[in-house]
């Protein structure tokens, strides 16, 4: 067989790159041929997914301390992570955070510094944020207003397809908001509403995606940006479709397999690809939820291994796993 390796990183425990791989291994110890397509959803791990950094811009980090983020440019096409600038990483986690005072300022700057560099095509995967300002920081970085993005294309890849209001609520406490705080910053968004649509014209809360990354999706789509699902993005600049095209079987993977790894995720981005070009799938996942086994063919590395194992050892036990499989 010919089988593509598409999966996504394992959060904390190994790259999109190392999982890929680890699945190459398997497939070629079984006897069979392997592309390797490494996937990401817009969240951590684009910019990885999409050829790696080639640049480096001193930018305001998220809690306003100057941060060196990496990006890419290549030919007119430069590719930003959020999480390089204003990511929860760089504030010291959920713990040390501030979730009222976290800023996409630096976004702005970097995207100011791609255009300057020459982009006409920017895109801008946004998981991983420390932020819930509804991409204030990042607008007023850019001059505050939309002239600044005239002639660039700038295409923001989300993961979640959340709406700008909503963006506190759903993911503030995991940033280390306080409920008090995610009635605040929900306020915040709600006030914001109002400003871009009198700034810009653009009412960002019927966005869908618009409240990807606190909010900072809908704060760029306020001034030119378009929204997407990551996924699509990644796997039209990657080429999955047409490895997929000759292939036999994929195989995908993400640490943990539940109902949002169908709703704009690796995995379920995979298994549609899959079943258009009639091709098999098999996943392989640090943990599986009940809920959704049987919507994909998949190992779970914990039940296989053991959960200490399986994160200490993640691609070791998928390549033991699956070369199990496929002999």
């Not at 000759?246 to 379920?268: P, R, W």
Request: proline share 2%.
């Amino acid at each position: 067989m010919h089988i593509v390796a598409a999966p996504d990183k394992f959060k904390g425990t190994a790259s999109a790159q190392e999982v890929s791989a680890a699945i190459a291994s398997a497939v070629e110890a079984a006897g069979h041929t392997c592309t390797q397509v490494p996937m990401a959803d817009g969240g951590e791990g684009t910019l990885a997914a999409l050829g790696g950094a080639n640049r480096s811009t001193l930018v305001t980090g998220p809690l306003g301390e100057p941060v060196t983020a990496e990006w890419r440019y290549d030919r007119g096409t430069a590719i930003l992570e959020m999480a390089q600038s204003s990511g929860l990483v760089l504030a010291g986690g959920n713990e040390q955070n501030n979730p009222l005072a976290a800023t996409t300022a630096g976004v702005g700057e970097l995207i100011r510094e791609a255009i300057d560099e020459g982009a006409t095509r920017i895109i801008i995967g946004v998981g991983g944020s420390a932020t819930t300002d509804g991409g204030l920081g990042a607008v007023e970085a850019l001059g505050g207003s939309a002239d600044q993005l005239q002639g660039v294309n700038v295409i923001v890849a989300c993961d979640v397809r959340t709406r700008f209001v909503d963006a506190a609520t759903v993911f503030a406490p995991q940033k280390g908001a306080s409920p008090a705080q995610v009635s605040m910053l929900t306020r915040r968004l709600t006030m914001l509403v109002d400003d871009y649509r009198t700034r810009f014209g653009v009412d960002v809360s019927q966005l869908e995606r618009s409240g990807a990354a606190g909010g900072l999706a809908g704060g760029l789509a306020a001034v030119g940006a378009t929204l997407v699902d990551g996924f699509d993005i990644v796997a039209e600049i990657a080429g999955l479709q047409k490895a997929l095209a000759n292939a036999d079987m994929v195989i995908t993977g993400e640490g943990l397999l539940d109902d949002e790894s169908f709703n704009g995720k690796v995995i379920g981005g995979v298994a549609s690809l899959a079943a258009d070009h009639d091709v098999a799938i098999l996943a392989v996942a640090g943990q599986i939820v009940d809920d959704v086994r049987g919507r994909v063919d998949a190992i779970s590395l914990t039940e296989e291994f053991g959960l200490e194992t399986a994160l200490s050892e993640t691609t070791a036990c998928i390549t033991n796993a699956l070369t199990t499989r496929l002999n």
